[in-house]
């Protein structure tokens, strides 16, 4: 284990969207500190090959199916600690999107977050012990321009997590929010599509530091929040995005 690495063993652990970008991430750092990790991710063959690199498990699955979630984590299953980091994003003024965009974003971002945590939160809460990291974005606190439905969707997924800690807060079970500023991963550059530098350089601008993120900052933090020392933090929202949410 690397200096500052948590002691995962023997923790069972699911990520969805794990084989791209924060999610990939947030996989290799956990397996590093010594997790089991099932990636869960609509890219099948993306996943199963890096499941093969960190000596973890990767399976299709797309996590907006309620049924197929629960077949996959009922043979994949129990996991100790789940990770939700599925997303998908859209840059559109409000009136340029119909409603198939909004039942998209709002499928992929939140009601898979609702399939998971269902099929997961039953073995953890016979445990006595679980932990749960969803990551929602600093668009879910500050709104979105041009992402209005996208921000709904994870201001969806901060109440929504904020209500599971306060539910199973007294049966060992932590759920906290990572809200990532700007990164750069495959969601962002396409997110922004034509207008690539220019709104680049508006985010980047929002932030404090400067910069964009990297997805090995966002798995920092997720893995302190599924980590043991982490128990007495359950229901907050951790921002990593160079200070864009500071004071949300
Ligand atoms: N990159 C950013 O700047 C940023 C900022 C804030 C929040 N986020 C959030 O971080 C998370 C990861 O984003 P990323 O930037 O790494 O994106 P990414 O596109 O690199 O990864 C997203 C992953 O989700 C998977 N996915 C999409 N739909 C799915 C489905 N129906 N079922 C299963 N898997 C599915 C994709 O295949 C992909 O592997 C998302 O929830 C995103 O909203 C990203």
Redesign the pocket.
């Known amino acids: 284990m690397a200096a500052g690495s948590q002691n995962l063993q023997g923790r069972r652990v699911l990520v969805?969207?794990?084989?791209?970008?924060?999610?990939?991430a947030i996989a290799r750092r956990l397996a590093a500190d010594d997790a089991a990790v099932v990636i869960?991710?609509?890219?099948g063959d993306?996943?199963a090959r890096l499941g093969d690199e960190i000596a973890g498990t990767g399976i299709p699955?797309?996590?907006?199916d309620f049924e197929r979630v629960a077949e996959s984590v009922a043979q994949h299953g129990p996991f100790d600690i789940l990770v939700?980091?599925?997303?998908?994003?859209q840059h559109a003024f409000f009136t340029q999107t119909a409603p198939n965009d909004w039942r998209r974003l709002l499928?992929?971002?939140l009601e898979?977050v609702f399939n998971t945590t269902h099929a997961v939160l039953p073995a953890m809460q016979a445990a006595g012990w679980g932990r749960i990291v969803n990551?929602?974005?600093?668009?879910g606190r500050l709104g979105s321009r041009g992402g209005s439905v996208?921000a709904a969707a994870?201001g969806g997924v901060i109440a929504f997590t904020r209500s599971i800690a306060r539910e199973n807060g007294r049966k060992g079970i932590t759920a906290n929010v990572v809200?990532?500023?700007?990164?750069?991963?495959?969601?962002?550059r396409?997110?922004v599509g034509d207008a690539g530098d220019k709104l680049l350089g508006a985010m980047t601008g929002a932030t404090l530091a400067g910069r964009?993120?990297t997805?090995d900052e966002?798995a920092a933090a997720v893995a302190f929040l599924v980590s043991e020392s982490a128990g007495y933090v359950t229901g907050e929202v951790l921002g990593v995005s160079g200070g864009m949410g500071c004071g949300a």
Not at 61 to 64: E, I
Not at 84 to 89: F, K, S, Y
């Open positions: 969805t969207g794990g084989a791209s970008g924060i999610g990939a869960a991710d609509i890219q993306a996943a699955l797309d996590v907006t939700n980091c599925a997303g998908v994003d499928a992929v971002n898979s990551v929602a974005s600093e668009a996208y994870k809200a990532p500023g700007p990164i750069d991963t495959p969601l962002l396409q997110a964009l993120g997805p966002v």
